[in-house]
């Protein structure tokens, strides 16, 4: 649970083994690997202001080269993987963007935000920024397409009861609607394998649509919640639900159902799991990130879920370090009436932890950092 609490992680991105992610929390990449969950603190970003949270949310990985797609951050970023070197590039908006969904094609990479009506445009080796803008001819918007299919060109996502297809060469803007198949219930996610669509409609619909020859296909699934993304592997959809933390996985040959309940992950009645999928070349299933217990799962089309917890050795090291160079404390934990107080409350403040001064009770992720932090140092235990 620590791990989680301390690295809120918002973007992954895999290279190899590793598994490398930004934090909500900290200025920083981190690298995790992905057969023993070790976690490392790679590098500082070092464009943050120092109250604030959330800067890169989507990582993309071309060219030996992580590029960091920014939520709250002003510019885009680019590690490089051999020189580890931090390169950035402003951006000249009014807004933040939160960029909540990325992909790469041809040497640039299409950014979708959640603030800002249109898709950013990234050429990788200029380093020059452009913009795909909404279609006045068109009543839809880019506004928060949280599941995105992709095929080379072209990306989907779902805007009510139609499908917006976005030609990134041509910058060229379709819509097609699917509300007689869908019968007016909105798409909640949208997969594509070869050339049918999945989507899930509503809570308890699952349509298949190819566009080509129009055929149409609609399955009864179960009720499991809201839909928020979905990813196909191998003739396989997964669609993720993170308001029950269901997994649900189709067998798109022959439509057999299974279903993964949030127990099965260890986690408790009433949290709210967000999953971030992605696959790795080779493996059956998919692997996802969770929020809750900080774990990397690879979750097999039979149901089956295997768990590597992500840990940090020297955990309460790294923290007193951030904290002495992001702020300049010199102690981390004093002693105050009763209570380890100064230096920790103010850290925790700064990671938008509340804390009223004088209290002995902090609230949740606050108080499972400051107790495991004061019994490390209690301890000179240096691993989690």
Known sequence: MIMNQVLWTLGVCLVGEDLWFTSAEFDGLFRADMKTGRVTFVSRIGVWDKQQKF???????VDNSLFLCPFYADCI??????NHKVQCFPLELETTPCVNRAAHFHGKIYMFCDELRLIL???VKTGEISYIYES???????HNACDIACR???????RGSKVIETDACFQMISEYDVSKYSEGEEIATVALYEETFWMICGKTKLLSWNRKNNEVCSYKIPELGSAYRSIINNHYLYVLYPDTNYILIVNIENMDVAKIHRKQFGSQDGERRVFLPFLRKGDNGIFAYSYIDSGIHHIKPDGEAECVPLYMEHLHEFLMEYQRYEFGTKDFLSYENGNYLDSLGFFL???????AEGESEYSGSGEAIYKKIKENMDNQDDTI
């Open 349 to 355: 403040d700064c990671i938008g932890v509340r804390h």
């Open 152 to 158: 080379k060109e072209f990306f989907y996502f779902a």
């Open 55 to 61: 800067g890169f949310s989507c990582i993309v990985n």
């Open 136 to 142: 006045p001819d068109i009543k839809y918007s880019f």
């Open 77 to 82: 970023c680019r590690y490089d993987l051999h």
């Open 121 to 123: 445009v990234f050429d």
